[in-house]
């Protein structure tokens, strides 16, 4: 059974940093398009970072020059750095996957079909 599973949010005041970790398990063939996805109290759930196949990452306007999205050397897992995080930025945090379960599947960059839970990061001033 394949999970998305992050970790690393937290409390943290604004100005500071908070680095989430997303780890793909079970038995895959490999990843291809990942993102990040973040949902505050009372709005929609916004794109904040993507990363696709090739390596190739875009950023919402509003996190721009202050997070940054990674894959890990084995490319299961998914990473966020949140720098100079503001109080806007609290929401739950959502790590997504186009997995490929054996070789030959295809494969897509701007689809998902796993789901992490979510992690919740709280910016205080």
């Known amino acids: 059974q394949v999970q998305l599973v992050e970790s690393g949010g937290g409390s943290v005041q604004a100005g500071g940093s908070l680095k989430l970790s997303c780890v793909v398990s079970?038995?895959?063939?490999?990843?291809?398009?990942m993102g990040w996805y973040r949902q505050a109290p009372g709005k929609e759930r916004e794109l904040v970072s993507v990363?696709?196949?090739?390596?190739?990452?875009s950023y919402a306007d509003s996190v721009k020059g202050r997070f940054t999205i990674s894959k890990g050397n084995g490319k299961n897992t998914l990473y966020l750095q949140m720098n100079s995080l503001k109080t806007e930025d609290t929401a739950v945090y959502y790590c997504?996957?186009?997995?490929?379960?054996?070789?030959?599947?295809?494969?897509?960059?701007?689809?998902?079909?796993?789901w992490g839970q979510g992690t919740q990061v709280t910016v205080s001033s």
């Open positions: 079970g038995y895959i063939f490999g990843t291809c398009g």
């Open positions: 997504a996957a186009w997995v490929q379960m054996r070789w030959g599947d295809r494969c897509r960059d701007y689809e998902y079909n796993y």
């Open positions: 990363i696709r196949s090739d390596g190739t990452k």
